[in-house]
């Protein structure tokens, strides 16, 4: 069972920045294919960025050049550094870990607005 909790949301004006953490607990986290999701109000949820075991990403493609996600595996923690950020950025972010099922956290709330 892996267990996943996410920080570092919040209140932020267009053009800032956010880094969001997710700490994990259980075990085997380097196997574990990590990523990021959002879901905004009515919509549905999508991956923003995904970070495989041997360290290969991919983003989605309205976040390219915006945000980077990284993974400690000694410390079993992921990473989404995000800056220029935008108010479309707004959203329910969800960490995710990925091996033979999928599990979530619990969300943090990213706002983005003036």
């Known amino acids: 069972q892996v267990q996943l909790v996410e920080s570092g949301g919040g209140l932020v004006q267009p053009g800032g920045s956010l880094r969001l953490s997710c700490a994990t607990s259980?075990?085997?986290?380097?196997?574990?294919?990590m990523g990021w999701y959002r879901q905004a109000p009515g919509k549905q949820r999508d991956l923003v960025a995904q970070?495989?075991?041997?360290?290969?990403?991919n983003y989605a493609d309205s976040v390219k050049g915006r945000f980077t996600i990284s993974r400690d595996n000694a410390k079993n923690t992921v990473n989404l550094q995000m800056n220029s950020l935008k108010p479309e950025d707004t959203a329910v972010y969800y960490c995710?870990?990925?091996?033979?099922?999928?599990?979530w956290g619990q969300g943090t709330q990213v706002t983005v607005s003036s």
């Open positions: 995710n870990a990925k091996l033979y099922t999928n599990y």
């Open positions: 259980g075990r085997d986290f380097s196997r574990y294919v």
């Open positions: 970070i495989t075991s041997g360290g290969s990403t």
